[in-house]
């Protein structure tokens, strides 16, 4: 007795939820330190346009590259005098649209693009902006507390600090 079954192979792009909580964050990290620094918006832009394309071909690289590209405008406008506290929501958002990014592909990788999957990717999201805003909370401390007159040092220490919270994530 043999039984015919279509199989459907599902849709293993993004998620669709958690790849609009990417862009919203990138778009909110630039536009926290855009009015600042010219080197942001175009790094910004850059940034939006590759996480979109990563985003849309389920690519974690591009989703890397395009947050990366975002930090490298951070840093550039850090340099030039971008606020302390428009940077920090900067790199804290732009690390939340990496995280999101690559949960976003990954959850399409394994569920496909129409699971209903928003109780796992929404406390996904949470817990990373929970901890964002405590390592955010935790660098602007460090940029009070310390010698004043030096914020190229602060924004290497802020960097630092989303590299060290993606190291976190990752694990």
Do not use: C, N
Not at 4 to 20: E, I, K, Q
Not at 126 to 139: C, F, K, P, Y
């Amino acid at each position: 007795m043999s039984t015919d079954v279509d199989a459907v192979d599902p849709d293993h792009r993004p998620a669709v939820l958690t790849s609009g909580l990417s862009i919203v964050a990138l778009l909110l990290g630039v536009l926290s330190s855009a009015l600042y620094s010219p080197f942001v918006l175009v790094g910004g832009a850059a940034a939006l346009v590759i996480l979109g394309g990563g985003l849309w071909t389920g690519s974690r690289r591009a989703v890397t590259i395009g947050t990366a590209v975002a930090l490298a405008g951070l840093l550039a406008g850090g340099i030039q005098g971008v606020p302390s506290v428009p940077m920090l929501a900067s790199v804290t958002a732009t690390v939340l649209a990496w995280d999101a990014g690559h949960h976003a592909v990954g959850i399409g990788e394994q569920l496909g693009r129409k699971a209903t999957t928003a109780r796992a990717e929404l406390p996904h999201v949470g817990a990373t902006v929970v901890v964002g805003l405590v390592a955010a909370a935790g660098s602007y401390a460090v940029f009070i507390a310390g010698p004043s007159g030096q914020p190229v040092a602060a924004v290497i220490a802020m960097l630092f600090g989303a590299i060290l919270l993606l190291a976190a994530l990752q694990r």
